[in-house]
C-alpha cells in the first residue's frame, strides 16, 4: 500500500516538473516578429524635399545629350528646375510658380533627387535590392488645355514619351562614369530619364507618382514594368510622390524653311513678352558654346 501511495505521489511530482519546464521555456522563447505595416513603415525614410532637373538635349542614338549651355542665355535655356519642400506644418511647398517650358520634336533629360529632412540625399534608399523592386516613377498629363485658346482637352493625351535611364549606382552619369551601368530594362526607377514631346501649344499639368507597391512587386503577372503612363490600380494604393508640375509646350522646333523659324522667334517673343529682335538675339546665344562642353549624358 506504500508503495503504491510512493508511485501515486511520484508520478505528480513529474507531471508538475513537467508543466513547470513547459512554462519556463514559453517564457524564454522569442516571439514571432510582427508583420511590418509598409503604410507606417515603408523601409526608407520620408523626403523632405525633391528636386526635378529638365536638361534640354539630343539623342546619339538612345544615348541622351544635354546641350551646351551658354550662361548668357536669358529665355531660351537649357537647364530648367523647380523643386519641392516640405514646410513645417506639412505643406509641400514649390519653389516657384512657373511653369516647365517644352518645345515640340525636343528631347528634355529629367532627373530627380531627394533628400531627406536633414538635407542629405536619398536617392540611394530606392534602388537598393530591396526597394527597387516595389518602386517606380510614372509621369501622366492631366488638365490639358489648348494654349492659344485655353480649351479644355482632357487628360492622359498623347502628348511626349518617357524613357527610363536610370543608372547604377544611382549618383553615377552615364558614359562618363566608368563604373556607372543603366538599369535593365525590366527594373525601371524613374530617377533618371527622357521625354520626346509630340505636340505643340498645350498647356498641362506633369503629375509625377512615385508608386511604393505594398504587396507584389511593380511588374505585372508576365514579369514585365508597366509603361511610364499606365500604372496598373494594383500599384498605386500607397505612393511615396504624388506631385503636379504646370508645363507649357509654347512652340516647335523650326524645320529647314524660314517661314518656320519666322514663326518659331514669334513664339519665343510671345511667351516671354519680348521683341522678336530680343527673341533671336537670345536664341542665337544659345549656339554661342562648343557642342563638346556639355558632359551631360544619360
Avoid at 535611364?165 to 552615364?174: A, C, G, I, L, V
Avoid at 523650326?254 to 517661314?259: I, T, V
Avoid at 522667334?265 to 557642342?291: G, L, Q, V
Wanted: net charge negative; with cysteine; hydrophobic share 30%.
Amino acid at each position: 500500500m506504500k508503495l503504491k501511495s510512493f508511485y501515486q505521489t511520484l508520478l505528480i511530482l513529474l507531471a508538475f516538473i513537467s508543466l513547470t519546464t513547459l512554462v519556463g521555456c514559453s517564457k524564454d522563447s522569442v516571439s514571432p516578429a510582427p508583420p511590418v505595416d509598409e503604410t507606417v513603415d515603408k523601409g526608407h525614410e520620408e523626403w523632405g524635399k525633391v528636386t526635378f532637373t529638365f536638361t534640354k538635349g539630343h539623342l546619339h542614338g538612345s544615348l541622351f545629350h544635354g546641350d551646351p549651355i551658354n550662361p548668357e542665355t536669358k529665355y531660351f535655356v537649357s537647364k530648367q528646375e523647380i523643386s519641392f519642400e516640405v514646410d513645417e506644418k506639412g505643406n509641400v511647398v514649390p519653389s516657384t510658380t512657373e511653369p516647365i517650358r517644352f518645345i515640340k520634336d525636343v528631347h528634355y533629360g529629367l532627373e530627380i533627387t531627394y533628400y531627406n529632412k536633414n538635407g542629405e540625399r536619398m536617392n540611394s534608399e530606392f534602388t537598393s535590392a530591396e526597394m527597387a523592386p516595389i518602386h517606380q516613377h510614372f509621369f501622366l498629363n492631366k488638365n490639358v488645355k489648348d494654349l492659344l485658346t485655353n480649351k479644355d482637352l482632357g487628360n492622359h493625351l498623347d502628348i511626349f514619351k518617357y524613357s527610363y535611364r536610370d543608372t547604377e549606382p544611382e549618383d553615377q552619369m552615364f558614359y562618363i562614369s566608368p563604373n556607372a551601368k543603366l538599369r535593365p530594362k525590366n527594373d525601371p526607377i524613374g530617377l533618371k530619364g527622357y521625354f520626346y514631346i509630340t505636340d505643340k501649344y498645350k498647356t498641362f499639368d506633369l503629375n509625377i507618382l512615385l508608386v511604393h507597391v505594398v504587396k507584389g512587386t511593380k511588374l505585372d503577372d508576365n514579369g514585365n514594368p508597366y509603361p511610364f503612363d499606365k500604372p496598373s490600380k494594383r500599384i498605386l494604393g500607397t505612393q511615396d510622390l504624388n506631385i503636379k508640375i504646370p508645363v507649357k509646350i509654347y512652340t516647335e522646333h523650326p524645320g529647314g524653311s524660314d517661314a518656320e523659324v519666322d514663326k518659331f522667334i514669334k513664339d519665343i517673343a510671345r511667351e516671354f513678352n519680348i521683341t522678336e529682335e530680343e527673341a533671336y538675339d537670345d536664341w542665337d546665344k544659345s549656339f554661342d558654346a562648343p557642342h563638346d562642353s556639355s558632359k551631360y549624358y544619360m
